[in-house]
T-cell receptor, first 111, second 117 residues
């Protein structure tokens, strides 16, 4: 069965303090690892898709990387507006279009 | 272009009542997903449709839950009878797949917050 674990559950940073969020997964035949951002009271919003180990994607202060067992979301010099819950979701062969979401990391950036 | 539209945004009902949640996917999208989100269990996939056909309903918790997609622009999720443990935020999402297109990107609605007393 596909499994995904995100850590830490919550993270508080000062503005400008860089850090990384972790997503560990066990998926049969990975067909994409997806990162989403969710603001309070809203639905998740797509950020990145990574397909193979070694791949990296960047968007503003965010960079996502992928290995065979983990993905990291690196946040460089974050701003308060980066505060949100970040969700990762691997997709395996058996799941076809099914995304199994992790519990998320709740990120708070203090000014 | 309008995003995924869900209604109602909030629903408070009493145990035993029937609840119907509605979703209008993005025009041109042919896959539709119903998710449920709670603090304890996170975001769980309940069911998804391709071209209006249910493909995987293994996440539907029990027979009290049912979902339909009568056409490409409308879907419902029904709970009958409702129970307090059904209280959650229910999200609908859509995507475009097939014919070489499958980014896996889901577009989510803003959710329907259900409270069953």
């Amino acid at each position: 069965e596909d499994q995904v674990t995100q850590s830490p559950e919550a993270l508080r940073l000062q503005e400008g303090e860089s850090s990384s969020l972790n997503c560990s997964y066990t998926v049969s035949g990975l067909r994409g690892l997806f990162w989403y951002r969710q603001d309070p009271g809203k639905g998740p919003e797509f950020l990145f898709t990574l397909y193979s180990a070694g791949e990296e994607k960047e968007k503003e202060r965010l960079k996502a990387t992928l290995t065979k067992k983990e993905s990291f979301l690196h946040i460089t010099a974050p701003k308060p507006e980066d505060s949100a819950t970040y969700l990762c979701a691997p997709r395996g062969v058996q799941g076809a279009q099914k995304l199994v979401f992790g519990q998320g990391t709740r990120l708070t950036i203090n000014p | 272009d309008a995003g995924v539209i869900q209604s109602p945004r909030h629903e408070v009902t009493e145990m035993g009542q029937e609840v119907t949640l509605r979703c209008k996917p993005i025009s041109g999208h042919n896959s539709l997903f119903w998710y449920r989100q709670t603090m304890m269990r996170g975001l769980e996939l309940l069911i998804y449709f391709n071209n209006n056909v249910p493909i995987d309903d293994s996440g539907m918790p029990e027979d009290r839950f049912s979902a339909k997609m009568p056409n490409a622009s409308f879907s419902t999720l029904k709970i009958q009878p409702s129970e307090p443990r059904d209280s959650a935020v229910y999200f609908c999402a859509s995507s475009r797949t097939g014919q070489g297109v499958d980014t896996g990107e889901l577009f989510f609605g803003e959710g329907s917050r259900l409270t069953v007393l």
